[in-house]
């Protein structure tokens, strides 16, 4: 499986964007690149998920490297809610109609968000 | 928020005991997944279904088994608990038409300790 590389920690000021770096040098075709977060003492909560295009949701936006080797989550406007680990998942598609959706978390990015 | 419950939320329990973990879903989607999390591993997949009685092994499965005999229903079952086994365990459930866009919806997770 394709592995993705994340900071271990960030800090951001409360009401500033905030930029989450992903690398996935070795991305296949057929990966899909997902994030999640996961507030303190919760599960994992969807954020964001895409292809090849940059996405937006209500949540955040994703954008995506043209040679798809890397990513960015961007929280526009952090708040103190926003503290969380953050995980980059690759899926990959083919694999994923054979075998469920297995997705592999590896640490995360743990976001402070300071007042 | 989908309507997922893990049963316990908490449980302390001695060496060699056998454990049964309930995960019960009303969404009536088709995959369901149990994972364990620990300190510096992040999330790890034990065992999924993606049906009734249709089951598989995830990345660290020994010592764990699973049954599935309704939709609803995912149970993980430790059959001689072992200390190595303590952890929290996250139920996370998808549908089948969402293959594409993977969004996992997961439980509150399951606090266990063996002492």
């Known amino acids: 499986d394709a592995k993705t590389t994340q900071p271990n920690s960030m800090e951001s000021n409360e009401e500033e964007p905030v930029h989450l770096p992903c690398n996935h040098s070795t991305i296949s075709g057929t990966d899909y690149i997902h994030w999640y977060r996961q507030l303190p003492s919760q599960g994992p909560e969807y954020v964001i998920h895409?292809?090849?295009s940059n996405v937006n949701n209500r949540m955040a936006s994703l954008a995506i490297a043209e040679d798809r080797k890397s990513s960015t989550l961007i929280l526009h406007r952090a708040t103190l809610r926003d503290a969380a680990v953050y995980y980059c998942?690759?899926?990959?598609?083919?694999?994923?109609?054979?075998?469920?959706?297995?997705?592999?978390f590896g640490p995360g990015t743990r976001l402070s968000v300071l007042p | 928020d989908a309507g997922i419950t893990q049963s316990p939320r908490h449980k302390v329990t001695e060496t060699g005991t056998p454990v049964t973990l309930r995960c019960h879903q009303t969404?009536?989607?088709?995959?369901m997944y149990w994972y364990r999390q620990d300190p510096g591993h992040g999330l790890r997949l034990i065992h999924y279904s993606y049906g009734v009685k249709d089951t598989d092994k995830g990345e660290v499965s020994d010592g764990y088994s699973v049954s599935r005999s309704k939709t609803e229903d995912f149970l993980l079952t430790l059959e001689s608990a072992t200390s190595s086994q303590t952890s929290v365990y996250f139920c996370?459930?998808?549908?089948?038409?969402?293959?594409?866009?993977?969004?996992?919806?997961f439980g509150e997770g399951s606090r266990l300790t063996v002492l």
């Open positions: 969404e009536n989607h088709r995959y």
């Open positions: 895409g292809l090849t």
């Open positions: 996370a459930i998808s549908e089948s038409y969402r293959e594409n866009t993977g969004e996992l919806f």
């Open positions: 998942i690759l899926r990959d598609v083919k694999r994923a109609n054979n075998y469920g959706q297995n997705f592999v």
